[in-house]
């Protein structure tokens, strides 16, 4: 069982920024990829950017050039670097674990981290 806890959401003005980050804890063999994902109010659930075991990132188009996602192994934590926000971005922000655990190939979700972008 993995365990998947996000932190650092809250309220900013449009133009600014926020970190948010994400800890995975429990036992696994080996990570595979991790990524954040967005609810909004009223939309469907969207990938907004993923990090692979070799480094590999991939973002949505409306986050690109605004967003980072980047790894600590030394912490073990998961970041968002979300830079020039909009309020477009307003959303519930999700972590997700994926990798191989003795009980086979798994997803694990976090809780999530609130944003709120005000214009």
């Known amino acids: 069982q993995v365990q998947v806890v996000e932190s650092g959401g809250g309220l900013v003005q449009a133009g600014g920024s926020l970190r948010l980050s994400c800890v995975p804890s429990?036992?696994?063999?080996?990570?595979?990829?991790m990524e954040w994902h967005r609810q909004a109010p009223g939309k469907q659930r969207e990938l907004v950017a993923s990090?692979?075991?070799?480094?590999?990132?991939n973002y949505t188009d409306s986050v690109k050039g605004r967003f980072t996602i980047s790894g600590d192994n030394v912490k073990n934590t998961l970041y968002l670097q979300m830079n020039n926000l909009k309020p477009d971005d307003t959303g519930v922000y999700l972590c997700?674990?994926?990798?191989?655990?003795?009980?086979?190939?798994?997803?694990?979700w976090g809780q999530g981290t609130e944003v709120t972008v005000s214009s």
């Open positions: 997700a674990w994926t990798g191989w655990t003795t009980e086979g190939f798994k997803h694990y």
């Open positions: 429990g036992r696994w063999i080996t990570g595979a990829a």
């Open positions: 990090i692979n075991i070799g480094g590999s990132t």
